[in-house]
């Protein structure tokens, strides 16, 4: 018999069919759950969570981050969809990434304090909340800023701030709580790294002409990259002080000669990866079948 390899994500996601596809080669019988299938129960039968399959999954892949878009509902949604995952894996169910990794990098103040405790050089950054709060720390940060959403990812919602009016304009926009990180002055690219158990894969994210974010899915270009031996390793750090065993991670080399870790998603994608590096789905499926229960 088939052992089950549950992924939760949307099944018309890209990563998600391509995943399906490569554990079913590995053995599996693949199954996509949807988050709002989830549910849990107490002293009501013999299922406590579900769906079933969940608990009798060999492997549960995280494959999307587990909120919706409104904002009424989405931090019910997020504790009690983590409150499951959790309980899976109390039970014995493998979940890669396990809930406390998701719970880290899905928010980048955490994410970047338990960085920095490991020793990674990191971004100068403050949280703070409220405009004038804001404008106080833009100034400590140079006057030269970048704000992002505390929670978000692919580039979304990130500007540079050079003055207190566009700051506050900012902060008013985005809600109370502000990040914000200095700006660093680079080369035009970053470095994404996408660590999978013991391997490695890397690439060169050029940003697009007149662009300084440098996000594929802002215009992006992907470029073959010869991953130095002591970025790999701080890729490595970065993704065991979130405590996954899975993640992309965002390197970026700055014009001063430092390399700064920016960011570990614990929900990588690899689509544009994939075009210097095709094996890279075939290692998260490797790494999933190994991560299995018996």
């Not at 804001?134 to 692919?154: I, M, N």
């Not at 002409?209 to 440098?214: A, N, S, Y």
Request: glycine share 10%; aromatic share 6%; net charge positive.
């Amino acid at each position: 018999m088939s052992r089950l390899a549950c992924i939760v994500g949307e099944p018309a996601g890209w990563h998600v069919r391509r995943l399906a596809e490569a554990v079913a080669r590995r053995g599996f019988a693949a199954m996509v759950v949807r988050w709002p299938e989830f549910s849990a129960a107490v002293g009501c039968g013999d299922v406590p969570l579900g769906p079933a399959a969940l608990a009798e999954a060999h492997v549960v892949a995280i494959r999307g981050m587990p909120g919706s878009a409104a904002p009424g509902t989405q931090l019910e949604e997020v504790i009690f969809r983590m409150d499951v995952l959790g309980r899976l894996a109390a039970a014995g169910v493998p979940v890669v990434n396990p809930p406390r990794a998701l719970e880290i990098a899905i928010d980048k103040y955490l994410a970047l304090a338990v960085m920095a405790s490991a020793g990674l050089p990191v971004p100068r950054t403050a949280v703070v909340q409220g405009p004038e709060a804001a404008v106080e720390a833009w100034r400590r940060l140079g006057g030269d800023c970048v704000v992002k959403p505390l929670f978000g990812s692919r580039g979304r919602g990130i500007v540079r701030v050079r003055s207190a009016e566009s700051l506050t304009a900012s902060v008013a926009a985005g809600g109370n709580i502000a990040y914000l990180q200095e700006f660093v002055p680079h080369l035009g690219w970053d470095a994404r790294v996408l660590v999978v158990g013991e391997r490695l894969f890397a690439m060169r994210r050029r940003a697009a002409d007149g662009e300084w974010r440098t996000n594929l899915s802002l215009g992006g270009r992907a470029e073959p990259l010869d991953l130095p031996q002591e970025w790999g390793a701080a890729a490595r750090r970065a993704v065991a002080a979130v405590s996954a065993s899975i993640g992309g991670v965002d390197l970026l080399p700055a014009t001063d000669g430092r390399v700064l870790v920016l960011e570990v998603n614990a929900v990588p994608g690899w689509r544009g990866l994939e075009r210097v590096a095709p094996e890279v789905g075939d290692a998260v499926a490797d790494h999933l079948s190994h991560a299995a229960r018996p």
